[in-house]
């Protein structure tokens, strides 16, 4: 393989991982709080991109104002998915949350095939994000740039919000000790309603620019993405936030690097996440450097 | 008082019980056999496969209290391993045009009942190699690790076309699987079943679920009753695979998705997680609704306009109802509770004191 | 030095913290032996190294003559050591009988597939588990209970079925973890004579955990005392009664208050 190639994959890797690592931060986030494996979570990136593409086609809106309009939206999308798929069982068996969950998943894919059809439909891809350009000689998609450097000032973003302000110090807490922080006179429901906010909105935007990058939009199409950044949150150690990041990275530079150098293992490229889950789950069950997943006694 | 007293004199009339309903079931299928309409027979077909799988299901998800999400992963090996058994060696050759069938499979062939247990066994041989990383996990990582080992069989169909024939997929089998064929495995899995969890075992395996840590201070290995459960779950799943795949005659790998555990899991929930009753109750209505509601599918006439059919309708309901069931009615028609002659006696007034 | 039972200097550590320091104790067959401190000192801790929920860091677990350290817990408790659980762990949804009936299922002989096939042979032990853990309900005064989901008893009746499921494991050391916890003086006196009443009838050893001080001084022969994950003090009721360091780990110091 050339240097040149290598590099293309390279680049390719990283921008596929900066969009794991942020449908996987919405995992971590919920998951620390809930104890919850939002399985419908990856569904919002279906969402997120028909949105967008009903703002962009149906009202005509630059993609400057249809993009945030359609992350915004998701957003809202994540907090009403958990006031009527969560909140009615946060007292139950764990086992019907997570069935909630999946039935929610269910209906989000569906009620998109029945109102928008199962046909793929076409993202409008802006003319700035479509350029290549040439950088030490090696031709890269101006978005497979575009992608690692948004989802740092996502990162920034989200970063400074839970480790700096107040809010993010309440939702730290309530990942602690969800009873204890309600104690303490802080509203849990609205923390909770918060981490939804802010984990869809990211995985609206990872969806926006999936579907920038693979420009084809159907009512499944975030399934394997979901699953995949769930077990990126997993490699990363669940409930730790950079852990996910890196997760995610490492899933898809492992991911791109995987078919790039043994090309006829491409089709079992849907396999290698699980696979690596399963591994981790056998050896290093904290994941790369989160706690201990194991239940303990 | 003793229990042994109350045990004998209810356990003949039970006996008779039993096999009084069985008599009727077998008069029933009969009578549909000679005159039932095809579509009948096919629903009562599906309904009994769905009875295997759902009571085989509900063993590791309602009695072990485990959310295992890959019961398709057993069902596709079971269904590939008994066609590829009951197809002639010339079939096989004819079918498998992009790659030849690997040796055995090229020349083997078998009859369809050694070939439903051919199936059950591969599926039990898998299901106990992937028990170990499977359960040093429990809670929401064992759904997603079982979720795993099905998305990877799904892709390993696709891939190893020298076994499976990738998505090509598996046509012109045998139509073996009739009524007597799907309804007696459906009434030995309910028997087996049964007595597995009103044994020893099965209590140890309730005690798991209520509280691990205190079974386990009780002496109950963990492990190796929840392998056993998901082993005999495993086993029945993939013995349902071989019946669906020589009802359906047609087998491909987007016949085996996350989508029929998904169907599993509608059925166990409405059905009432942990009762084999309700596991039966829930499959029958859903091989009966299922049909139903095609009409919500299909182009509708009202007379004057006609409203087109809207796909994914049925799984919007489906989806629907799973989540009202979960949210409102948690324990679903039956909750943890069975079916039993003594009931129905007292029910009817008919129990001597 | 007997054969019994016997902790070797063990040491629980959890990352950094130090829960268990150096635990080092001989019970004789027969001896009714208590562990008491003020709360956090590590007295659970203890019970689960033993029980093996926990494997200690370094130490051993002798017992009868064979070093049980690291098996699991329910090897463990086939080998003769059962506990309850300070915090109730009943299988609640399970009715009283069956609950005991858990206990059995360690023993039993015959194979799975005879269990699935409906043998005559397992059927007839599955008969006489029956009839010995409608004996062990007798004997704590929940017979007439048997059928009732364990989840619905009282506090008290949750309590001896607790104590009943232990025993039907056929324990010959029994380790009884806050016994007494939660319970008013009325039937703590009973407790106490039930305790009594089953370590003669049964041939048991107990190890109890209580805060209770006069259940405990009242009951034990013999016991001892930990603070902080460290053994202060061992010795009869009267010794410990007039023992110094005890009073202060329980009075405190100003630093502990």
């Known amino acids: 393989m050339s240097a040149t190639i290598f590099f293309q994959q390279l680049s390719n890797g990283i921008s596929l991982g900066s969009l794991y690592a942020l449908v996987a931060i919405g995992y971590t986030m919920v998951y620390g709080i809930l104890r919850l494996i939002n399985f419908a979570h990856g569904d919002l990136l279906m969402v997120a991109s028909y949105t967008a593409i009903y703002a962009v086609t149906m009202f005509s809106l630059p993609w400057y104002l249809s993009f945030p309009l359609a992350i915004a939206l998701t957003g809202c999308i994540g907090i009403l998915m958990d006031k009527v798929a969560y909140k009615p069982l946060r007292d139950a068996p764990r086992i019907s949350l997570l069935i909630s969950a999946i039935g929610a998943s269910f209906l989000l ?69 969800i009873e204890t922080t309600r104690l303490m006179g802080i509203n849990v429901d609205r923390i909770i309603a918060l981490t939804f906010l802010m984990g869809s909105s990211l995985a609206a935007a990872g969806g926006i620019m999936w579907a920038l990058k693979y420009p084809q939009v159907n009512p499944f199409m975030g399934v394997i993405p979901g699953l995949k950044a769930f077990i990126a949150a997993v490699l990363g150690g669940i409930g730790d936030i950079i852990g996910a990041v890196v997760g995610g990275f490492v899933l898809g530079l492992g991911e791109i690097l995987l078919v790039a150098f043994f090309p006829e293992l491409a089709q079992y490229r849907d396999a290698f996440a699980f696979v690596l889950l399963i591994l981790v789950l056998l050896f290093r069950p904290t994941g790369i450097m989160g706690e201990p997943i194991t239940d303990k006694t | 008082m003793t229990w042994k007293g109350k045990d004998m004199d209810t356990s003949k009339r039970n006996l008779y019980c039993n096999l009084a309903a069985l008599c009727l079931l077998a008069v029933v299928l009969y009578l549909f056999d000679q005159y ?225 555990t ?92 | 030095m007997n054969d019994f039972f016997r902790l070797e200097s063990l040491v629980m550590q959890f990352g950094g913290l130090t829960a268990v320091k150096d635990f080092s104790l001989s019970i004789e067959p027969g001896e009714l032996v208590g562990l008491i401190g003020p709360n956090g000192a590590g007295k659970t801790t203890v019970f689960n190294m033993i029980t093996g929920f926990l494997t200690p860091t370094s130490g051993r677990v002798l017992w009868q003559g064979e070093d049980i350290t690291g098996l699991s817990v329910h090897q463990i408790t086939a080998r003769g050591i059962a506990r309850t659980f300070q915090n109730i762990r009943l299988f609640s949804d399970m009715t009283v009988l069956e609950n005991v009936m858990v206990s059995f299922h360690h023993k039993v002989r015959s194979r799975f597939w005879k269990a699935m096939l409906g043998l005559p042979s397992h059927g007839k032990e599955e008969r006489r588990i029956r009839q010995e853990s409608y004996r062990f309900l007798q004997e704590l005064n929940l017979g007439h209970l048997a059928d009732e989901k364990a989840g619905n008893l009282a506090y008290g009746q949750q309590r001896r079925l607790e104590i009943a499921r232990a025993l039907a494991t056929y324990p010959k050391l029994l380790l009884l973890d806050e016994p007494a916890a939660g319970m008013n003086p009325q039937e703590t006196m009973e407790l106490a004579d039930l305790v009594l009443e089953i370590r003669q009838k049964h041939a048991l050893t107990i190890f109890l955990i209580e805060h209770d001080m006069k259940f405990v001084m009242g009951l034990c022969e013999r016991i001892k005392v930990l603070d902080y994950g460290i053994s202060i003090a061992e010795g009869t009721p009267e010794e410990i009664q007039s023992n110094p360091d005890v009073i202060k780990a329980y009075l405190g110091e100003p630093k502990h208050a």
């Open chain 1, 109 to 177: 894919e569906n009620l998109a095939l029945v109102i928008i059809g199962g046909i793929p439909k076409g993202f409008p891809r802006p003319e700035i994000f479509a350029k290549v350009i040439e950088i030490l000689g090696v031709r890269v998609q101006v978005l497979t740039i575009y992608i690692p450097i948004m989802t740092l000032v996502f990162l920034m973003a989200l970063l400074y919000i839970v480790y700096r302000t107040k809010v993010g110090k309440a939702m730290r807490a309530a990942s602690k000790d």
């Open chain 2, 36 to 260: 039932g309409t095809e579509y009948q027979i096919r629903i009562l077909n599906n309904m009994a496969v769905f009875i295997t799988l759902a009571v085989s299901y509900n063993l590791v998800n309602g009695m072990c209290g485990l959310l295992h999400l890959g019961p398709n992963a057993f069902i596709t090996i079971g269904a590939y391993t008994s066609a590829l058994l009951t197809m002639s060696p010339m079939e096989k050759q004819m079918s498998f045009i992009i790659e030849p069938l690997i040796w055995p499979f090229s020349v083997l062939q078998a009859p369809f009942f050694v070939s439903l247990i051919a199936g059950g066994v591969m599926a039990t041989i898998f299901a106990f190699i992937i028990s170990f990383p499977v359960f040093r996990v429990r809670g929401d990582y064992l759904a997603i690790v079982t979720l795993g080992f099905g998305e990877v069989i799904r892709v390993l169909c696709n891939a190893l076309q020298g076994v499976t024939n990738g998505p090509l997929g598996l046509k012109g089998l045998q139509p073996y699987t009739n009524l007597w064929w799907s309804w007696g495995i459906a009434v030995f899995t309910i028997i087996v079943i049964t007595k597995l969890v009103n044994s020893s075992y099965g209590r140890a395996m309730k005690a798991i679920r209520e509280d691990e840590i205190a079974a386990k201070a009780m002496g109950v290995d963990p492990f190796r009753h929840l392998m056993l459960a998901f082993l005999v779950s495993a086993f029945f799943c993939g013995v349902a695979g071989g019946l669906m795949a020589h009802l359906i005659t047609t087998i491909s790998p987007t016949l085996f998705t996350f989508f029929l």
């Open chain 2, 262 to 353: 998904f169907n599993l899991l509608i059925i166990i929930v409405v059905g009432g997680l942990g009762s084999t009753t309700g596991a039966v109750i829930g499959a029958a209505l859903f091989a009966w609704g299922g049909e139903a509601l095609r009409v919500v599918e299909s182009p509708m006439n009202f007379g004057a306009f006609t409203i087109p059919g809207i796909p994914g309708m049925r799984m919007v309901l489906f989806s629907v109802i799973l989540m009202v069931v979960i949210i409102f009615a948690r324990r679903g028609i039956m909750g943890r509770n069975e079916f039993s002659w003594n009931w129905l006696f007292t029910k009817l007034g008919l129990n001597a004191k």
